[in-house]
C-alpha cells in the first residue's frame, strides 16, 4: 500500500512541505470525485485542500488532470500482484480487479468521463495514459515477460497486442455499455487469449 | 451500396416525402460532420438541410443523434462482407475495414467525439449502441454462427465475447491513444484469437 512518489529520490529543499500538499490536493480531488461521482472544479478541489488555485495550477493544467493522478494514487493497490503467483493466475486477477474497480466503485463512472474529457484535452488525455492506463499495461507486460523466462509464454509473444486483448473488451463494455462487466468476464478474456499465448507443450513437429 | 431504411416496409401516408427529408438531413448532419471533424449544431444541420430545427427534433434528440444514425448509413458498406468466405478471412477483412475507416477518415475522431458526448447523454449513448455498434456485432456474429454450421468455429463458442475480443482493441487505440491503428493489427488481432475459437481438427482425445 506505499504509494510511490516519483519525486521520492529527488530531496531538494521545502520537498516535504510541498509533498503535503501535493498529497492534499490529489485526496482532495478523489474524494471529492468518488463523493460526487464527477470530475470536481478546481475551485471546489482548492477549498476542500486549503490551497488556492494557482496552487494546484503550478503542478496540473486542470482538475480533470489532478484527477486522473490522485485515482491512480488511490487504486494503485490494483496492479500490485505477486510474483509468486502463475503468471496466467496473476493475468486473470489483475484483469479482475480492474472489473471489479470499473463496475463496483465509482472509478468507473470516473474514468469514463475522465475518458470522455480526453477527447477534446490532449493534456488530459496524456495524465490518463501516463498515470493510469500504462502503469496497469506496465504490470501485465511484467507478468508476460516473467512467463517467456519461466517457459510458459511463447517467446514470440507480441506484449502489446496481448495486454490490448486482455484489457481492451473491459474498457469497451464501460464505455458502450452493450454487455455487463461480469463476474466472469477477466476469466473468460484470459481462457480466450491463452491458446496463442502459451508457449508450445509438444514436441516440436514444426520448428520455427 | 443500398441503403437499409428501417421504415421502408411501413408504408404510411406522405411517407415518401418524409422519407427524403430524413434522408437530406442525416447527410446534413453527416456531411458537415466530415468537412468539419466534429459533431455538428443542430442550427447548423437545419440550415444545410433546409429544414426548420423543429422537424429535426421532431425525429431526434440532439444533432449528435442525427450524426450516429448518419455515420451507420454513410459507412454501411463497411460491414457487408460476402458469405462465399471462409469465416476467419470474412473476421479479419470486417475488422480492417474497421480500423481504416477509424484511421484513415474523419470517422474516427467522429466517432470518438460521440462517444465522449454519450457519456453524458444516455439517449445518445444508446443510438450509438443501435446504430452504430450492434449492426457491426450482429454481422460478426453471424459470420462466427456461419462458422459453427460450417464446422470451422467451435460450437460452444462465446459470440459476445468473441466478438469483443476482435473489435475492442480497435476501439481501445482509438479511445486511449496507446498505440496506433496499423494496417496489420486486424490480422494479429484474429490471429490472437482464432487458436481458442477454431474447432479442434485433431482426433477426440477429449471430448466435451
Same mark, same amino acid.
Given at each position: ?10 530531496p531538494?529543499?521545502?520537498?516535504p ?17 468518488l463523493?460526487?461521482?464527477?470530475v470536481?472544479? /478546481?475551485?471546489?478541489?482548492a477549498?476542500r ?8 495550477y ?12 490522485g ?5 494503485h493497490?490494483? /496492479?500490485e ?7 496466467r493466475?496473476a ?19 470516473l474514468?469514463?468521463?475522465l ?8 493534456a488530459l488525455?496524456?495524465?490518463m ?5 500504462e502503469?496497469?499495461?506496465a ?6 515477460e ?5 517457459g510458459?509464454?511463447r517467446?514470440d ?5 496481448v495486454v ?5 473488451p473491459?474498457?469497451?463494455r464501460?464505455v458502450?455499455?452493450?454487455a ?5 468476464l477477466?476469466?473468460q ?5 491463452w491458446?496463442a ?12
Amino acid at each position: 500500500m506505499d504509494n510511490v512518489s516519483s519525486n521520492s529520490s529527488s530531496p531538494r529543499a521545502g520537498r516535504p512541505r510541498s509533498e503535503r500538499t501535493r498529497h492534499a490536493i490529489l485526496d482532495a480531488a478523489t474524494d471529492l470525485a468518488l463523493e460526487g461521482g464527477r470530475v470536481p472544479t /478546481i475551485d471546489a478541489v482548492a477549498s476542500r485542500a486549503g490551497v488556492s488555485r494557482t496552487t494546484i495550477y503550478k503542478w496540473w493544467p486542470s482538475s480533470a488532470a489532478v484527477l486522473a493522478e490522485g485515482l491512480l494514487d488511490r487504486f494503485h493497490e490494483s /496492479i500490485e500482484f505477486d510474483d509468486a503467483l502463475p503468471v496466467r493466475e496473476a493475468l486473470t486477477l489483475q484483469v479482475d480487479a480492474l472489473v471489479t474497480l470499473l463496475r463496483d466503485t465509482p472509478a468507473g463512472q470516473l474514468v469514463r468521463q475522465l475518458l470522455a474529457a480526453a477527447a477534446s484535452d490532449r493534456a488530459l488525455g496524456l495524465a490518463m495514459l501516463e498515470r493510469w492506463l500504462e502503469p496497469r499495461r506496465a504490470t501485465a507486460a511484467h507478468h508476460l515477460e516473467r512467463g517467456v523466462q519461466q517457459g510458459g509464454v511463447r517467446a514470440d509473444v507480441d506484449t502489446t497486442l496481448v495486454v490490448d486483448a486482455l484489457f481492451a473488451p473491459v474498457y469497451h463494455r464501460l464505455v458502450w455499455g452493450h454487455a455487463p462487466l461480469d463476474d466472469n468476464l477477466a476469466r473468460q478474456v484470459c481462457d480466450l487469449v491463452w491458446p496463442a499465448v502459451a508457449a508450445p507443450t509438444t514436441a516440436p513437429t514444426a520448428a520455427s
